[in-house]
T-cell receptor, first 118, second 113 residues
Framework: AQKITQTQPGMFVQEKEAVTLDCTYD???????LFWYKQPSSGEMIFLIY??????QNATEGRYSLNFQKARKSANLVISASQLGDSAMYFC???????????????FGKGTKLSVKP | GAGVSQTPSNKVTEKGKYVELRCDPI?????LYWYRQSLGQGPEFLIY????????DSGLPNDRFFAVRPEGSVSTLKIQRTERGDSAVYLC???????????FGPGTRLTVL
């Protein structure tokens, strides 16, 4: 069974508007972390934002915020005021066992391709 | 400071050949990960090192794949008897103790003809 599901293969957004990229996850672990990475056409994975399962506040980093709904097991990324440079692939990822000090691997979704229109 | 570097950036080889892919981590990062990304997919975990030892190699697809990190810094991913299905981008990532974020290198694009 997929642990990370990103149901939007592609998304379009007008420059300066906000966009939400969906991510749902599946885990039986009570302690986990959720991550979003951006991958431009150059190929490098760029870390954007992190949310721990025990964090009570939704994470924010500049124009990025994470809409964390634990009961629904969703961790959607919201990008405000989209810019042309935001056009890229976006990956949601999870790591289990965070509070146990686990430094284990990330489990990635298939990604969403975001295109920002001028 | 310098980020994670990977060499070569591109590697073309013939079916059946042996290849080595190298990862230079961020200085001081104790955890090192190898992932494989096929076209149109997210990265898939291969192996994770904590220091010199492989803490988890459950993602290696078969015994043709092997990785080492002899001094706890540079790591080499080795693929024997390459197959066309091994063609992918191989990504290396590292993190420091206690940190959650993984920093990725630019990847090595492997093409097996």
């Amino acid at each position: 069974a997929q642990k990370i599901t990103q149901t939007q293969p592609g998304m379009f957004v007008q420059e300066k508007e906000a966009v939400t990229l969906d991510c749902t996850y599946d885990t039986s672990d009570q302690s986990y972390g959720l991550f979003w990475y951006k991958q431009p056409s150059s190929g490098e994975m760029i870390f954007l934002i992190y949310q721990g399962s025990y964090d009570e506040q939704n994470a924010t980093e500049g124009r990025y915020s994470l809409n964390f709904q634990k009961a629904r097991k969703s961790a959607n990324l919201v990008i405000s005021a989209s810019q042309l440079g935001d056009s890229a692939m976006y990956f949601c990822a999870m790591r289990e066992g965070i509070s146990r000090g686990s430094q284990g691997n990330l489990i990635f979704g298939k990604g969403t391709k975001l295109s920002v229109k001028p | 400071g310098a980020g994670v570097s990977q060499t070569p950036s591109n590697k073309v080889t013939e079916k059946g050949k042996y290849v080595e892919l190298r990862c230079d981590p961020i200085s001081g990062h104790t955890a090192l990960y190898w992932y494989r990304q096929s076209l149109g997919q997210g990265p898939e975990f291969l192996i994770y090192f904590q220091g010199t030892g492989a803490a988890d190699d459950s993602g290696l697809p078969n015994d043709r794949f092997f990785a080492v990190r002899p001094e706890g810094s540079v790591s080499t991913l080795k693929i024997q008897r390459t197959e066309r299905g091994d063609s992918a981008v191989y990504l290396c990532a590292t993190s420091s103790g206690g940190a959650n974020e993984q920093f990725f290198g630019p990847g090595t694009r492997l093409t097996v003809l």
